[in-house]
């Protein structure tokens, strides 16, 4: 996976990720985390996955990207995306309406999830070399 990512040109990062079963919001919960586990980065998905694999003694491997940074704030937004991941755009909206001091943040997030977005497709697409292939599409 590492030469996949410098092959992609993926900035990687070895270590120990906590799977968390809340978000953590603030600079002060993430470094919190990392100073009580010594982990590099904190998520919310892959541990039921890795747990699967573990109990089946079968081999796992997690590709992540990271959206948010150690120093960046997410405001709470409740409710404004779907259990699979989807924005609720009236709620989005009526949430920067009430909150604009939170719209930086947002944009800035956004910025980082395309990024992301961009990242994973691009280490995807060189571990996977069929992805390329259009015609698999």
């Known amino acids: 996976a590492r030469t996949a990512a410098t092959h992609a040109g993926v900035e990687t990062a070895a270590g120990g990720i906590f799977t968390s079963r809340r978000g953590l919001f603030s600079p002060e919960e993430k470094h919190k985390c990392g100073r009580e586990t010594d982990c590099i980065a904190v998520e ?60 930086p943040l947002l944009l800035r997030l956004r910025h980082c999830r395309a990024g992301a977005a961009e990242a994973i497709t691009r280490m995807c697409q060189a571990l996977f070399p069929l992805l390329n292939d259009r015609d698999l599409v």
């Open 44 to 103: 919310m998905e892959s541990g039921v996955h890795a747990q699967f694999a573990v109990k089946r003694e079968l081999p796992f491997l997690v590709l992540r990207v990271i959206l948010d940074s150690v120093d960046m704030t997410i405001p709470p937004m409740k409710g404004v995306t779907t259990p699979d991941g989807n924005i609720r755009m009236t709620r989005a909206l009526t949430h920067v309406l009430t909150h604009p001091q939170h719209l």
